[in-house]
Nanobody, 124 residues
Framework: QVQLAESGGGLVQAGGSLRLSCAVSGDSVTAYTMGWFRQAPGKERDFVAD????????RYADSVNDRFTISRDNAKNTVHLQMNRLKPEDTAVYYCAAKRQLPGARSWQTYDYWGQGTQVTVSS
């Protein structure tokens, strides 16, 4: 059974940076497309970024493009989300997710495994 555990969330001022990590256990991260999603109170879970199983391709939501970078360290079975120039509207719970298929659709419903989430709060 694959398990995902996020870390690195916290409180930061607008314009600051945070780096989220997702540690994968129970299987090799190389078998999965990995994604990051976020959910603000009262809103749906939104796609943030994903990265293919070998890290050869990545995609981003328009709202975070050029500010966030997803990467994977297959040797450490870990995926990261570097978040720069953070804005108050980036405030949300951030979730790491995995699926055993090509990136394909960005919907959260296509993902099989989820972490517990980590809170990111950006103050103005």
């Amino acid at each position: 059974q694959v398990q995902l555990a996020e870390s690195g969330g916290g409180l930061v001022q607008a314009g600051g940076s945070l780096r989220l990590s997702c540690a994968v256990s129970g299987d090799s991260v190389t078998a999965y497309t990995m994604g990051w999603f976020r959910q603000a109170p009262g809103k749906e879970r939104d796609f943030v970024a994903d990265i293919s199983w070998m890290g050869s391709s990545s995609r981003y939501a328009d709202s975070v493009n050029d500010r966030f970078t997803i990467s994977r360290d297959n040797a450490k079975n870990t995926v990261h989300l570097q978040m720069n120039r953070l804005k108050p509207e980036d405030t949300a719970v951030y979730y790491c997710a995995a699926k055993r298929q090509l990136p394909g659709a960005r919907s959260w419903q296509t993902y099989d495994y989820w972490g517990q989430g980590t809170q990111v709060t950006v103050s103005s």
